[in-house]
Each structure stands twice: as C-alpha cells, then as structure tokens.
C-alpha cells in the first residue's frame, strides 16, 4: 500500500521555513494567542484532510514565557479507509526571541504506527536532548514548528536568500528560503498581494515523500499579517496543497 503520511508532510514544509539569522524583523509579531489557521489538504486532486495550526495561550516553561504552538493533521473519512492519520506536534518557543525550549511529536497513523518525542533545547550548553540522547545545536536553531512561525516575522524582500538551521528528528539541517516573487491571488472574494517563497534544502535527506530539493512553494499574504493562503508540496506520487479555508486573528 502507499504509505502517505500527512503531517509528515506538514513537519516537513514546517521544517523549512526557518530562522532567518540577518534579516529584518517585523517591529511585531504578526500573531497572537488565539490564531487558528486550517487547510485543506488536496493530493491528487482528491480531499485527503485537514491541517490546522493554532497559538494557544502564554504560559511558562522551566520560568520562561512561552508561546504554545500547535499543528494537527487528520485525514478524511475516505481517505481513511487506505491510511488513517491522526498527528499532533507542539512547540514551546521563547515570547523574547522565538527560540523553542520544548517540542513535542505525536503521531498516529495507519494500523499500527506510533511515535511520541520530546526534545529539551537546553539555551546555555548549546544541546538538544531527545529522551536521554543529546546532540550539539547552533544558537537561535528552530524547530520545525516553532520555524513557521519565526519565518512570519522577517521582513521578506524579493530577491533575498537566507541562511537558515533547524533541529528535527534528531538531526540538523542547513536550508536556504528564496524569496522569489510577488503575486496576486484570489482570496476571500477579493483580490489579494502575497510573496512567494521557496524552501531549498541543502544536501539533506529528508526521507518520507518529500523530494529533497526545492519542492515546496508557499504563498504569505504581502502584509503585516504573513498569512499563509496556500502551499504546495512535490512529492513522490504528483502534487500535495494545502490551501487555507479558514482563518481566526489572534489577539
């Protein structure tokens, strides 16, 4: 059977929007406790579920104010029938700086497969610990969650490539974003500005579906807001969209 994985698939267009180490910032987040944003997921021209990413309220870790990032993904009732998926991952990032200092992975997909994580970025040793394995981190290294997040707060001109680092599934990744137009879509019954940008990730296997090179797009709205209004994803088996239905402002 063909194993497709959605928030796999989410994790990984997560995963490569990450911190931009030079660039600009917005003066504030575009965001807020109470943001809920939910796609639908399209492959193959077909429904295949629904993914959402929330900001819950602040709370503390360890006594550090902390942003309660959270993504779902669950697949549709016929898609369900070949694969059903019901995943959940969460990041705890510092309000100050948008570092995470917790993430947690937790997936259940098709008959019988599970996998729950959490990793501890411990700031002052430079280390991620995962269970009770460590691995040595670069300072202001993202998530891939927490990473989305941190994307919508730069200032995004056309033209610009970044740098950027991320831990996930215990391994670092070095990814390039290039910003690579601006474009006018349809949203809401209106017209609508956004920005393009492209994930590039650079001599890193990924695994899964996912191609490793250039396969995802995402449009942000062009605004103080950067909402993302669609996504897609090349994969293996034709093309995955996730395209924004709905969408709640923060406070």
């Not at 194993?3 to 931009?20: A, M, Q």
């Not at 669950?74 to 990032?93: A, G, M, N, P």
């Not at 995962?130 to 730069?154: A, H, K, N, V």
């Amino acid at each position: 059977m063909l194993r497709v994985r959605l928030c796999p698939c989410v994790l990984s267009l997560f995963l490569v929007l990450v911190l931009p180490s030079v660039t600009e910032c917005l003066e504030k987040h575009p965001f807020g406790p109470g943001e809920k944003l939910v796609f639908r997921v399209i492959y193959l021209a077909a429904p295949a579920g629904i993914a959402t990413l929330e900001v819950g309220g602040m709370s503390e870790v360890d006594g550090t104010e902390v942003y309660r990032f959270l993504a779902t993904a669950s697949s549709s009732t016929l898609f369900s029938l070949f694969y059903r998926v019901k995943d959940r991952i969460e990041s705890f990032v510092d309000v100050r700086n948008l570092e995470p200092v917790r993430f947690e992975k937790h997936l259940r997909e098709g008959r019988s497969y599970r996998n729950s994580e959490v990793t501890i970025f411990d700031r002052t040793r430079n280390v991620a610990r995962t269970g009770d394995r460590e691995m040595e981190i670069l300072p202001g290294i993202q998530d891939s969650l927490s990473s989305f997040y941190y994307l919508r707060t730069q200032v995004l001109d056309v033209g610009q490539t970044v740098s950027v680092n991320v831990n996930a599934d215990e391994k670092n990744y070095c990814v390039e974003v290039k910003v690579l137009r601006e474009e006018t879509v349809r949203k809401w019954g209106r017209n609508v500005r956004t920005v393009v940008v492209q994930p590039i990730l650079r001599d890193v296997r990924l695994g899964g579906i996912l191609k490793e090179k250039g396969n995802v797009l995402i449009w942000l709205t062009d605004d103080e807001k950067r909402i993302p209004v669609f996504i897609t994803a090349r994969v293996a088996f034709g093309h995955l969209s996730f395209v924004l239905v709905d969408y709640q402002p923060g406070q």
